[in-house]
């Protein structure tokens, strides 16, 4: 038998397998982006698989049946999660028992791995198989899971190309499949034409801000991002300010704070992509947004911030230099990264207007960036993914 019809086996035989029940669960943005890339590929092959858990608005228009949002979990730091802490156990235990209760064929987890963790372990004990989506990235902290992790995962699929060989030196063989954002970067329009179509000076500079998807996240950065704004018009006059719109957030969510600060900014909601790509610049919470941008191009700077006793226990257990996905994969600093104090608006100002006014600099990032895609593999993530778990079933 050949390697391509090895390959079409499962698939062929997955159809056969009517009404399977899968848990997915996607406790934030970017997992519910992903997961339902993956539930699309899955039905594509076979429709009648059912999927219930945890997501957003994505997940849902796939057909997904959720019994919590993940907007509700979404959260960061170390003592954030503590004010949400009663009702994320309480959605848990429901989980717990729909282990019971629906008894599903697979449970599918996708990164938020301290919620995600102790779900794979209550599965495990049930003898339900679970595939884990995007590793956590124990490489970086907490290195111990890698314990729960052989113990309680059956098969992982890997986003990164260096943690393949990570977790083969802990004795575990976890599967490259690509990034799934080569498939979803993608822009409609040319830089200008973009910034034409929304309502943009052609040939001002542009400025991005993006504060993130969740509100603790806007909460924090929100403000620093628009006292840095106002340093800048005040420093480059002929300037504007353009904010992408996280589809987790309501417009008021960061109209209120713009009301409050002496700028203009032009909120646009959908095409994503396209807005980013209309910017020379920007201002990038950390995370994936970070990661799409640098798949557009577009020089950077990393903002981060969170409350000063998470970044205390944060700067204890993690061991890696950068906290961007960005320079993680470049394996150096090649967009700077300003944390904490120095996520304040006139220091991101001043490192602003560096890049700015420093053509070679700007020209040199552009160029880093580019490597990035090289990095990640091919397209495909999400068919790659749905054939590793559509195996298991």
Known sequence: MSLEEKNQVPLINTMHKKNKTIMIIAGEASGDMHGANLVREMLKVNP??????????????????????????????????V??????????GMMKRSLDERRPDLVILIDYPDFNMPLAKAARKRGIKV?????PQVWAWRKGRIKQIKRNVNKMAVILPFEVEFYRQEGFEANY??????????TDYPKQESRKKFGLAENKITVGILPGSRLSEIKKLMPELLRAAEILEKEIPDMQFVLP???????????????????KVKVISGHTYDVISCADLALVASGTATLE???????????YKISQLSYFI???????????????????????ELIQADASGNIIAREALSILTNEERKQEMIRELKTISAKLGEPGAAIRTAQLVLDML
């Open 83 to 92: 004010s949400k802490l009663g009702s994320i156990l309480k959605i848990m």
């Open 131 to 135: 595939f884990y989506y995007i590793s």
């Open 48 to 81: 009648d698989l059912n999927f219930y858990g945890i997501g957003g608005e994505k997940l849902h228009k796939e057909g997904v049946e959720l019994l919590a949002n993940a907007a509700s979990m979404a959260v960061i730091g170390f003592t954030e999660v």
């Open 245 to 263: 719109l996280a589809y987790t957030l309501e417009e008021t969510d960061v109209t209120n704070f713009i009301s409050m600060f002496n700028v």
């Open 314 to 336: 944060g700067r204890l257990i993690i061991h890696v230099k950068n906290i961007g996905l960005v320079n993680i994969i470049a394996g150096k600093t090649i967009v700077p």
């Open 177 to 186: 499949v690509g990034h799934p954002l080569l498939d979803m970067v993608k």
């Open 293 to 303: 941008t640098a798949l557009l191009g577009v020089p950077m700077i990393i903002v």
